[in-house]
């Protein structure tokens, strides 16, 4: 299990498919071949005892036949009468009964060649034969046994099976002897046996040209199993070959088969009640489904024809399958290598094809993104430039070292310590080492810082204040939002107003954020003035700072997170930041 | 991914090839067991006795069986020895799978085996050989063994210093040699220091039933006779017959007749052994076909003969042998 889930997709669908294909052909063909096979099997069998039962109906119809010639023969009144009488008469009667009886039976045998022999042999010792032949002195007929079981048959025809007939001198023929015994008038007497010898040939006609396949044929053994009728009778009786007999004799109406000289054969006997004969036909196995072992080829290359499809179309179907993902496996190497501008080049409909295609999107949407990124990035460092530039704005540098100079002259020395020093923390804060983020702390510091400078040189028209939750300094906050935020309420608000003005820093904790308020009681903004706040660059070279800190603010925290300016004409102007309460990450600080 | 691509390229070439072999072994199979195989045979002449009747009978079904062809041919008698080399030569022209002979004469037919034999013709003796071994196989009635059955019968019952008669039929021929030396062979096996005489009838009955008359007119005792073919037998049976000696003395005789059969019943002979000729047709073909096929055959092929008493001889296997079927 472990391998399979290693394999790729190909080889998998490769080995099911074989696999599947393979059994499927493989079950289908035994079971068909099986069916085919015991069908014509069962065909055979069928056919074979309908043969043999023909077979049967001939010989049975033939000695039928004979049986009523020997009943002719015996209701034949002249026999009847020799016979009983036969001490009674002179000689001259008997030669003429004998004539008489003979003529008779020549009729019979005129018109036939079947019958070899028609004798009667009397008790009382007389003897009538058809032939003109003597007898054979040596063969005793009361020892033979057509006579034997016509005396024990009681008046009812017996067969013999096929045998020597010796009866007559110097002839031996092969003969199946049919024999009864005869009774006088009254039918109360045996008077003697009839013989009637039938050529054996007759059965040899009804049986040789019977065909069961090329290899295939029939015999007839008797009640004791000796051979009445077989094809290679001589090469059984000279021991070249041998036959089936004892299982024949145990079976009575039916078919079995055995496993003989490497072959499978079926006996299919039937017995017949007249002769006690059995008719036996033989039918080989690999016969019956003609080209069996063909078929069998067949159903090989069958199977073997199968695979080469299956393989081939679970190639095709396992290609288009994994190329496609091949190519999408590659496109996403490069993806991640760092060449976003590739795009997968799959249309198929299928689920491959949604897949390149999300992947293509994705694809886009992180590049955009990317850039989006590197924009901002850009955009940062471009208002942070800026920022640091606004910062260190000569004007506001001249203007101090000026006043430096003057305080100087002054000797307000106090003075000119304090200012040098506050302007030398604000630069060293706007700088900051470049960082964007500032406690709040550290922020509102800088811009008291600036105030002092500022105130230095506004003196009482110039006050502020500063307010600070204690909770919020360690919080952070975007460098240089305020101080640019107080020059701008300073030369817009309170510079033209007549009379002091009034700046309030406030800086508080509003739960998840922090609220900063810059509020000045300066002279307002008009309605036009606001909304062109964040559009216009302001003359003084710092109101550039505004626009930047807005900016920057939305850069850095959101859109949500700009300024928010109130204003009301000659009452003041308030503007309000309001950030997330974050902490100083360590690299930061 | 090139290398896979290539095995499964050549499996599937591999695959394809493995069809056509099939289907070209399919179309073949129907041909393969169809060697052509014919045989030439030569009996000794053109007048067929029974014996010569049952051979045929067994050639004809053992070439059924095999699927052979075969024509018989033959002088026009026993004695046109030329007659049946010229047949054996015409028999290498004609160039047959294999050749079965029944040679007329022991000495004379050698060397048109020999030259059969070097065309690559398999050449099969059947039941008279030839004085060169240069033949394939012999098949056929092991005389000797023939004659060795009838001495042993012969010699049972006897008692020590009996005498016994063999009537040979021709002095000098092969078989009537082979014959005589087993009889005379299986009668000394019984170490009874049993007289014996052989003469030689000439394959004539009148011969053979005039010496044994005049034996018994000069008062010899026989106390055995043995006949060692058809002729010598039916004249030793029926001299014995007329002289009233019938079931005195035993007789064997070797090959049977409807005559001798009568003699048999009526108890002047007491057992006759018989050649199966239907076996030597049936495995003269069925060995021709063996050696056509490439197999291994013995040198000597014995047919066997079978020695059958009065009582046995209305016995199934044995009814065969005595009586032949009669064709209509």
Redesign the interface.
């Known amino acids: 299990m472990e391998k399979l889930r290693n394999r790729s997709i190909q080889w998998n669908i490769l080995v099911g498919m074989i696999g599947i294909s393979v059994l499927l052909v493989f079950i289908t063909s035994i079971v068909s071949y099986r069916f085919t096979y015991d069908s014509v099997e069962e065909n055979s069998i069928d056919y074979t005892s309908k043969l043999i039962e023909q077979v049967n109906s001939n010989i049975e119809y033939y000695l039928e036949e004979m049986d009523s010639i020997s009943r002719t023969i015996s209701f034949n009144y002249d026999i009847k009468d020799y016979f009983t009488k036969s001490d009674l008469l002179t000689d001259g009667q008997k030669v003429m009964y004998e004539d008489r009886i003979k003529a008779s039976i020549s009729t019979i045998l005129e018109s036939r ?1 079947d019958i070899v022999s028609i004798c009667v042999f009397g008790y009382s010792g007389n003897i009538i034969t058809s032939k003109n032949r003597a007898l ?4 005793n007929i009361e020892e033979q046994d057509w006579y034997i079981n016509a005396l024990s048959n009681n008046g009812k025809v017996s067969i013999s099976s096929s ?2 007939q ?1 009866i007559f ?2 002839e ?3 003969v199946v002897s049919l024999s009864r015994e005869l009774e006088n008038a009254d039918n109360q007497k045996p008077i003697g046996v009839l013989l009637i010898d039938l ?3 007759v059965i ?1 006609e009804i049986c040789s040209n019977i065909e069961l396949g090329e290899k295939g044929y029939i015999y007839i053994i008797d009640q004791e199993g ?2 009445v009728w077989h094809p ?4 059984i ?2 021991g ?1 070959q041998d036959e089936v007999i004892d299982d024949v004799l145990m079976t009575k109406n039916g078919s079995f088969s055995r496993y003989i000289n490497g072959e499978d054969q079926i006996y299919t006997v039937k017995s017949s009640e007249r002769t006690g004969w059995k008719i036996v036909g033989v039918t080989y196995s690999d016969e019956l489904v003609s080209n069996s ?2 078929l069998q ?2 159903f ?2 069958t199977i ?2 199968i ?2 499809l299956a ?2 179309i679970s ?1 095709f179907i396992s290609r288009s399958i994994s190329k496609p993902i091949k190519r999408l496996k590659k496109s996403m190497e490069k993806v991640q290598a760092g060449n976003l501008h590739e795009i997968v080049d799959i249309k198929t409909n299928n689920e491959i094809g949604d897949l390149s295609h999300t992947f293509n999107q994705m694809t886009e949407e992180i590049r955009l993104l990317l850039d989006k990124n590197v924009a901002e990035q850009r955009l940062k460092r471009k208002s942070e430039l800026k920022a640091l530039q606004a910062q260190i704005n000569p004007h506001f540098l001249y203007n101090t070292l000026d006043s430096i100079m003057w305080m100087s002259l002054a000797n307000k020395n106090e003075e000119v310590v304090e200012m040098t020093a506050a302007l030398a923390k604000l630069f060293r804060l706007s700088i900051n080492k470049g960082a964007e983020f500032i406690t709040v702390e550290d922020e509102l510091k800088h811009v008291e810082n600036y105030l002092i400078i500022q105130k230095y040189r506004y003196d009482s028209k110039l006050n502020y204040k500063i307010t600070c939750d204690d909770t919020i300094y360690r919080y952070k906050m975007l460098k240089l939002s305020l101080q640019p935020l107080v020059e701008n309420s300073i030369y817009h608000g309170i510079k033209n107003k007549d009379g002091d003005g009034n700046i309030i820093i406030r800086a508080k904790d509003d739960g998840d954020y922090i609220l900063l308020e810059v509020e000045d009681d300066g002279v307002g903004m008009t309605k036009e003035q606001l909304t062109n706040i964040y559009t216009k660059d302001s003359q003084k070279g710092s109101g550039v700072g505004v626009k930047n800190v807005n900016e920057r603010l939305k850069l850095y925290f959101g859109e949500a997170f700009g300024l928010h300016y109130q204003s009301t004409i000659y009452e003041g102007t308030t503007v309000r930041i309001r950030i997330p309460k974050m902490e100083m990450n360590a690299d930061e600080k | 991914m090139q290398m896979r691509n290539k095995i ?1 390229l050549s ?2 070439i591999g ?2 090839l ?2 056509i072999a ?2 070209y ?2 179309n073949n ?1 129907n041909n393969d067991g169809e060697l052509k195989k014919s045989v030439w045979v030569i009996y000794k002449s053109e007048f067929q006795t029974e014996f010569w009747k049952e051979v045929t ?2 050639i004809d ?1 053992a070439a059924e069986e095999t699927g052979t062809e075969y024509v018989i041919v033959a002088a026009s008698s026993e004695g046109d020895v030329k007659g049946q080399i010229a047949l054996v030569e015409e028999g290498i022209r004609s160039n047959p799978s294999a050749i079965l002979l029944a040679a007329t004469d022991y000495n004379k037919l050698s060397s048109v085996v020999e030259e059969a034999t070097d065309s690559d013709i398999p050449v099969i003796m059947i039941d008279s050989g030839v004085s060169t071994t240069d033949y394939v196989s012999y098949v056929g009635t092991d005389n000797y063994k023939a004659g060795y059955k009838v001495g042993q019968r012969l010699a049972k019952n006897l008692g020590v210093g009996d005498r016994v008669m063999i009537m040979n039929y021709i002095k000098g021929a092969q078989s009537a040699m082979e014959r005589e030396q087993g009889a005379i062979d299986g009668v000394r096996a019984y170490d009874k220091q049993i007289g014996i005489d052989v003469y030689y009838c000439n394959d004539n009955v009148d011969d053979a039933y005039a010496y044994v008359t005049k034996m018994q007119d000069y008062g010899v005792t026989f106390h055995g006779y043995a006949g060692l073919n058809e002729t010598s037998s039916t004249g030793v049976g029926m001299a014995l017959y007329d002289l009233g000696l019938s079931g005195t003395v035993e007789v064997i005789c070797i090959d049977s007749s ?1 005559k001798e ?2 003699l048999l ?3 002047t002979i007491t057992a006759i052994v018989v050649q ?1 000729p ?2 030597i047709g ?2 003269g073909i069925k060995t021709a076909v063996d050696v056509i096929m490439g197999k291994e055959v013995d040198k000597q092929i014995d047919t066997e003969s079978k020695l059958i008493s009065k009582d046995e001889m ?1 016995l ?2 044995n ?5 032949p ?2 064709d ?1």
């Open positions: 060649e054979n002195s040596n063969a045998h020597v010796n001198k110097g031996y023929p092969w050529n054996y040939n040899n000796d051979i290679y009778q001589r090469l009786h000279s070249l072992s063909d080829l067949y090989g290359i073997l024809v695979l080469v393989l081939v190639y | 499964k499996l599937i695959v394809i493995l069809l099939s289907l072994i399919i199979r009978k067994g079904l409807i059969i009568e019943e009526n108890g199966q239907f076996n049936y495995t209305y199934p296997e009814r065969e042998l005595l009586f079927f009669q209509n």
